[in-house]
Structures are given as C-alpha cells and as structure tokens.
Nanobody
Framework: QVQLVESGGGLVQPGGSLRLSCAAS????????IGWFRQAPGKEREGVSC????????YYADSVKGRFTISRDNAKNTVYLQMNSLKPEDTAVYYC????????????????WGQGTQVTVSS
C-alpha cells in the first residue's frame, strides 16, 4: 500500500525552526519527484518546495527561498523540509506529495499525498 506520512510539525515562535519529515512506504521515493505544499485556512493549497528524482534539483517558492531547505535521504526513503526563520504567515497544514512527472509545484501533478502536519508560528 502506497503511503506518505508527514511528521515534525508543531508550535514554534517567530524566528524559530522546524524540520518536517515525509516518510514513504509501499514504494521507493528514489524514482519520484517529492513536493511540499501548504494550506492555510481559507486559502488554496500552494507549492512550497520540490526535489527532483534523479539529480536532486531543488525548487522553492519565492516566499520561502533562503529560509527553507528540501533534502532527501534515499536510504531512509524519506524527504525533509528544514524550515528556518519561521514567520506567522508560514502557519498552515503542510503536506508532502509524490509525482512521477517533472519537478513542479502544481498540486494537480502529484499522485500520492500524505495526511498533513500542522505548523503554527506564533508568539
């Protein structure tokens, strides 16, 4: 059974850091583009970052560039999103997703989704 499970969310103060994990089971992440998305209440789901399957090329939304870092550990079948200098506007449910297509941050290009993890940035 194909499954993605996110973890690492929580409550953090502005300027703090969190590391999200996306663990896969039932398939090998090596062959997939993995994307991180987020959705705040009343807003559409938006792409945050993605990493390609082969070369490991990385892409970021302008709003997180320089603050977030995506990486993958194929041996652990896990992708990470390191989030630094967090801002209140980063508050959202964060999802990871897998795609066999080209690296993109359009959510409709992704086939498999995790259940999401809540990130709240507040003092």
């Amino acid at each position: 059974q194909v499954q993605l499970v996110e973890s690492g969310g929580g409550l953090v103060q502005p300027g703090g850091s969190l590391r999200l994990s996306c663990a896969a089971s039932g398939f090998t992440l090596d062959y997939y583009v993995i994307g991180w998305f987020r959705q705040a209440p009343g807003k559409e789901r938006e792409g945050v970052s993605c990493i390609s399957s082969s070369a490991g090329n990385t892409y970021y939304a302008d709003s997180v560039k320089g603050r977030f870092t995506i990486s993958r550990d194929n041996a652990k079948n896990t992708v990470y999103l390191q989030m630094n200098s967090l801002k209140p506007e980063d508050t959202a449910v964060y999802y990871c997703a897998a795609s066999r297509e080209i690296a993109t941050m359009y959510p409709w290009e992704y086939d498999y989704w995790g259940q999401g993890t809540q990130v709240t940035v507040s003092s």
